[in-house]
């Protein structure tokens, strides 16, 4: 695959990379990320589930926004902190199935075993969610693959992200949301609500809508090909910083963003694929380049 930028129809450059440890808690701004075939390196790694195994997110405990990751690679430990709580400590290493008990668990309707985090995580996640609950860990050995419908025939694999490994947008799009609310007399929201693994600049409004390929300028050649538009559920209404729901965000994005690729579903964002590049460092900052296309 060629990544020949002088022949991109679009130009511009990697504005921010976020992190997404344990699916539907808060995410991580970094400056560099390790790009994996599942997407950014640890995103959607950890998952919480309910005792019946199925997974939590903030549609049903909006405070788990409240949950803060941190990376301490030196120190092979996830951390998670939480309102008044001491923080939780997570090896970031794999465990060995003969040392850790699995659980069968299911994201949507993709059922897979995972490996149990202990009681100490259990208790810990209980307290801060107000429900019985357990944390576990993805294991690489599961198969769960992005709709082929989407992916261009590409086997892309996930861990426990909703469907795709990676989620792309545009800063453009959220200073246009921003605008229509503020004309509208609402406040404006972060970008961050929308949980965007690569958020672009230089990009016209939803600009990646329209994109086939995308090209990151790094060591070795990055093609990340655009898939599915990210159908929007009600976890961008959720203000992260007070776990409060603002509607308006919702019926905001609903006034413009009815998709006919998705038969008029809201959507905002689309969910891609590595094609190429695995193993390569994204770092914001860098240049990207696309070709576009219109179905």
């Known amino acids: 695959m060629t990544t020949n930028f002088d022949q991109a129809d679009v130009a511009g450059t990697v504005g921010a990379l976020w992190v997404f440890p344990v699916k539907s808690c808060a995410g991580i701004s970094v400056q560099q990320a390790k790009l994996l075939p599942t997407g950014l390196e640890w995103d959607r790694a950890w998952m919480v589930v309910d005792e019946q195994g199925v997974f939590v997110t903030q549609r049903e405990v909006a405070h788990m926004a409240w949950v803060q990751p941190r990376i301490?690679?030196?120190?092979?430990?996830?951390?998670?902190?939480?309102?008044?709580?001491?923080?939780?400590?997570?090896?970031l290493a794999l465990p060995w199935m003969t040392e850790v008990p699995q659980l069968h668990v299911q994201v949507w309707s993709c059922h897979v075993n995972a490996w149990d985090m202990g009681p100490?995580?259990?208790?810990?996640?209980?307290?801060?969610?107000?429900?019985?609950?357990?944390?576990?860990r993805f294991?690489?050995?599961?198969?769960?693959?992005?709709?082929?419908?989407?992916?261009?025939?590409?086997?892309?694999?996930?861990?426990?992200?909703?469907?795709?490994?990676?989620?792309?947008t545009t800063s453009s799009a959220f200073a246009a949301l921003n605008e229509r609310l503020q004309a509208q007399g609402h406040a404006v929201v972060d970008g961050v609500r929308f949980r965007a693994n690569i958020v672009l600049n230089g990009l016209a409004e939803h600009e990646e809508d329209y994109i086939d390929t995308?090209?990151?300028?790094?060591?070795?050649?990055?093609?990340?090909?655009m898939g599915k538009p990210c159908s929007r559920c009600p976890i961008p209404n959720i203000d992260p910083r007070t776990a409060?729901?603002?509607?308006?965000?919702?019926?905001?994005?609903h006034q413009y963003r009815q998709d006919a690729r998705l038969d008029?579903?809201?959507?905002?964002?689309?969910?891609a694929v590595v094609a190429q590049g695995a193993g390569q460092l994204l770092q914001v900052g860098q240049a990207v380049g696309g070709l576009l296309k219109f179905d």
């Open 120 to 136: 100490e995580a259990a208790s810990w996640f209980s307290q801060a969610l107000g429900r019985a609950c357990r944390l576990v």
């Open 214 to 225: 995308l090209w990151v300028q790094a060591a070795e050649p990055v093609a990340i090909r």
């Open 264 to 271: 008029g579903a809201i959507t905002f964002g689309m969910n």
């Open 139 to 168: 294991d690489p050995a599961q198969q769960r693959l992005s709709s082929s419908k989407w992916t261009g025939g590409i086997r892309a694999p996930n861990q426990f992200a909703d469907g795709y490994p990676l989620l792309v």
């Open 72 to 91: 301490d690679v030196d120190g092979g430990q996830l951390l998670l902190s939480f309102p008044g709580q001491e923080d939780l400590s997570i090896p």
């Open 244 to 253: 409060q729901s603002s509607p308006e965000v919702g019926d905001t994005i």
